[in-house]
């Protein structure tokens, strides 16, 4: 919603895995994206890459001595004896998109830090994207299951994990980079396994069938997608919420269009009210949708409600007229 405001282990023979690689590979599968993540979306201020790669060296230290990421998420399954499979499940049966093929332009460019890890490059499959980083699932020769990241704004801003399959049953961890944190669950796991509930207590979001990330990523990629669906001039800038709550009170002009902005994460109904009015059903998903009312010339309040927890982003744009009516 941009516009003037208006109204008031390397490879399988070490488990030692690698965070962070700088690619200078030049044979891209597709364009690195440098903005935001919806064309048209106002852009987030930048920071460094060199952040990134303090952050993942430092934790590539303590990496050292232990595995990367899934012990927290493996070891609370394992403490309360009840594990997500029975008997050993395979990469393919964990994440199904790894037997699926891969949608064109959706590769991943790093192909160093795919050869260190021990990664079948003919296998990543892109499994989500957020403000700040695109996610692939993807398996070693060995049948392990690795976790990939490409930070959208810099090509050469690389990371990954690697764990067995057991391991990633439970979860496989990524580490903060750039503020990102970044767990790989199956989706088989996503509704009321131990791991989902341990990632919902440390306020993970769920991003898609198989990705969850921190929260403050997971509001920041709602806002996005809310800024990215309409360039009308913005009343309530977009702000993220969680579960039911209201909008700021502002003001409207008398007999003007407006519209309430709503997008979320992973498809879910929830009920917009505007004003003293009837709760509005709306289907919230990442394609935003549009809740039109007409202004009163004075203060009205938005009401969101959405289940507990659920992280959305709303804001209020004044549309203009057209000969085909309103355009928000």
Known sequence: MSGERAGGGAGDSDDLDTDLDTDLDADLDEEPGTGPLVPGAPGRPARSRRRWVAVV??????????????????????????????????????????????????????????????????????????????????????????????????????????????????????????????????????????????????????????????????????????????DRAVVVPSQAGAGSSPLPVFLTDRDATHAVVLACLQPVPVEVTVARGAPQRVDCSRDAAFVRFEGTGGPVRVDVGAPEGLVWAAGVVRCTGSLLGPVC
Request: proline residues 5%.
């Open 57 to 230: 060296v430092a934790v590539a230290a303590a990496l050292a001595v232990a595995t990367l990421g899934v012990g927290s998420l493996a070891g609370r399954a394992a403490d309360e004896g009840r594990p997500l499979f029975s008997g050993r499940a395979s990469a393919g049966e964990l994440f199904p998109v790894l037997d699926q093929a891969a949608a064109p332009g959706s590769g991943y460019s790093g192909t160093t830090l795919m050869s260190s890890l021990g990664v079948d490059p003919s296998t990543p499959r892109r499994v989500a994207r957020t403000s700040t980083a695109d996610f692939w699932v993807a398996r070693t020769g060995s049948g392990r299951v690795c976790l990939l990241a490409r930070d959208t704004r810099d090509a050469e801003g690389l990371g990954g994990t690697c764990g067995t399959a057991a391991e990633a049953a439970s979860g496989l961890r990524l580490p903060a980079g750039e503020g990102v944190s970044a767990v790989l669950l199956p989706p088989a796991a996503a509704d009321g396994s131990d791991s989902a509930d341990a990632l919902v207590d440390e306020g993970y979001q769920r991003v898609s069938d198989s990705l969850w990330v921190d929260g403050d990523t997971a509001r920041r990629t709602a806002e996005d997608l809310v800024d990215a669906a309409s």
